[in-house]
């Protein structure tokens, strides 16, 4: 068994794990810009060490898997951005600066360290989703930079097609390196695309992910896809949804609306006792939403 598998499977006989929460709407929030089309990964270039202290901050509040700040840091988001030639070097400076943020935690249980892999195009639309060849490209392309970089898995996420998760996850297993896949929906439990959770379920299951996941959708959406989803697999399955606010066009999130903390917490007493082995927080979500999580999850270990 892959020694990063073996881990995770060693860390779950802990009991329910807790997800760091998100990236870009925090770093937005603590008033770091976040300008599309690169989302978050304009903080690598103009504010590195709040990427490394929000890391930070996730594990100091209980996250035991921690996921770099690699989501938009793809070839095709870089190059629209004009930053295509830094590629590798964003993608390497991300995974640095997640790991620093880890150890400057100083967490008393091992905590892995995912890089995230993206839609290569609109999370929110399936219609865009590129032809197999030009995902077979990309995918490979960003699995390889985050095996250059030392990812210890991949988190393939935020995916709104069963055919781009697959294809995700086919490049990971090229490239040996271990994943997960979470899935995005829309009410009535299934994929933005329209797919059931369980054809999502048949179409990922052969590529052996370590864990198949619902996130980046409102709370009570990722609750009635979480359920699909435990009836649909053995494997281990958890949520990550979304907390206050919603998306906006120009800085990517807007903090109006949405669900409060409170209400999460509320929502992932649910996933618990659902029989999540994962539970973390998407967009809108912070630390504090982390530490009232690991709270909670201590509660079903």
């Known amino acids: 068994m892959h020694p990063v598998r073996a881990g995770f499977a060693e860390m779950l006989k802990d009991g329910p794990l807790v997800l760091s929460g998100a990236v870009g709407t925090e770093l937005l929030r603590r008033g770091v810009p976040t300008p599309m089309p690169l989302w978050a990964t304009a903080a690598l270039l103009s504010a590195p060490d709040a990427v490394r202290q929000l890391h930070r901050d996730y594990v100091s509040a209980g996250a035991r898997i921690v996921t770099a700040n690699t989501f ?168 990550y949804a979304n907390g206050k606010g919603h998306p906006d066009d120009d800085q990517g999130w807007s903090f109006r609306g949405g669900t409060s903390r409170r209400g999460y917490v509320k929502h992932a007493r649910t996933w618990f006792a659902e029989g999540a082995a994962l539970v973390g927080g998407c967009c809108g979500t912070d630390p504090r939403t982390t530490k009232a999580l690991a709270r909670l999850a201590r509660a079903f270990a």
């Open 72 to 239: 938009r840091a793809d070839r095709v988001t870089l190059a629209r951005g004009g930053h295509g030639m830094h590629t590798r070097d964003l993608n390497k400076l991300a995974l640095r600066l997640a790991r620093e943020g880890v150890a400057q935690a100083r967490p008393p249980r091992p905590v892995l360290v995912a890089g995230s892999v993206a839609p290569i195009q609109d999370c929110y639309r399936p219609d865009l989703v590129p032809d197999n060849g030009t995902l077979m490209i990309e995918h490979g392309i960003k699995v390889g930079h985050l095996v250059s970089a030392g990812a210890a898995f991949a988190m393939a996420e935020t995916m709104n097609t069963a055919r781009e998760a697959r294809i995700a996850l086919e490049a990971a297993a090229a490239g040996l390196l271990p994943a997960m896949v979470a899935f995005t929906c829309g009410p009535g439990g299934t994929l933005l695309s329209g797919e059931s959770i369980a054809e999502a379920v048949q179409a990922v299951e052969p590529l052996d992910p370590m864990a198949i996941l619902v996130n980046c959708c409102a709370p009570d959406v990722a609750t009635e896809a979480f359920v699909a989803l435990r009836a649909a697999t053995e494997r281990p399955t958890g949520v």
